[in-house]
């Protein structure tokens, strides 16, 4: 299993930017997918988190301002974040699992994609 985040880069304050996650070599009908971040010395954190069957959970700190998004288990994996702050700045990672219901343990990683919102 294979997954590539792109769509990183820089931004100003206020503004909006979309990542996306395309996921490969793997046969499951169900998925559990996830965008986490991790910022210079701080503990990665899950952001927005996206079951095949429909439901999605966010951060309180995005709430509102960001979207995870995916038509069908196997289709890319979408973030829309907007009103983007400074403190949003960190490297951004796709994450899967396939055990279903989604347990929000993630096996299987991106390599990750650089936000970086100045103010």
């Known amino acids: 299993v294979q997954l590539v985040e792109s769509g990183g880069g820089s931004v100003q304050a206020g503004g909006s930017l979309s990542l996306s996650c395309v996921v490969s070599?793997?046969?499951?009908?169900?998925?559990?997918m996830a965008w986490f971040r991790q910022s210079p010395g701080k503990e990665r954190e899950g952001v927005a988190f996206?079951?095949?069957?429909?439901?999605?959970s966010y951060a309180d700190s995005v709430k509102g301002r960001f979207t995870i998004s995916q038509d069908n288990a196997k289709a890319p994996v979408f973030l829309h974040m907007k009103n983007l702050k400074a403190e949003d700045t960190g490297t951004y990672y796709c994450?899967?699992?396939?055990?279903?219901?989604?347990?929000?343990?993630?096996?299987?990683w991106g390599r990750g994609t650089q936000v970086t919102v100045s103010s």
């Open positions: 994450a899967a699992d396939f055990f279903h219901p989604c347990r929000y343990e993630y096996t299987y």
């Open positions: 070599g793997y046969r499951y009908i169900k998925s559990c």
């Open positions: 996206i079951d095949s069957d429909g439901p999605t």
